[in-house]
């Protein structure tokens, strides 16, 4: 499987985009695909601009970390 590199342009990715229902009509969200190798995580707001990806392992301890609350501070 081919590794996708971070910061690659998210459009490339000629992926299936969703964001969560509790995303805001002012655009405060961020976008998820699955791709090969992947999870991969844009801006909404930016479609066109750099996505982040990150292994399934990476992404989920990270919604673990989440949901555990260890990032509450950070609001």
């Known amino acids: 499987m081919p590794q996708v590199e971070n910061g ?3 459009s490339s ?3 299936s985009w969703i ?3 509790h995303s805001t009509a002012e ?3 961020v976008e998820v ?3 090969a190798g992947g999870i991969a995580v844009r801006n909404s ?4 601009g750099p996505a982040l990806v990150y292994t399934s392992a990476e992404l989920a301890a990270f919604l673990a970390g989440a949901k555990d609350g ?3 501070h950070l609001l």
């Not at 707001?45 to 066109?48: A, L, Q, V, W």
Request: overall charge positive.
């Open 8 to 10: 690659i342009q998210a």
């Open 13 to 15: 990715l000629r992926a």
């Open 19 to 21: 964001k969560s229902r």
């Open 27 to 29: 655009g405060n969200c």
């Open 33 to 35: 695909a699955r791709i």
């Open 45 to 48: 707001r930016d479609p066109e």
């Open 70 to 72: 260890e990032f509450d």
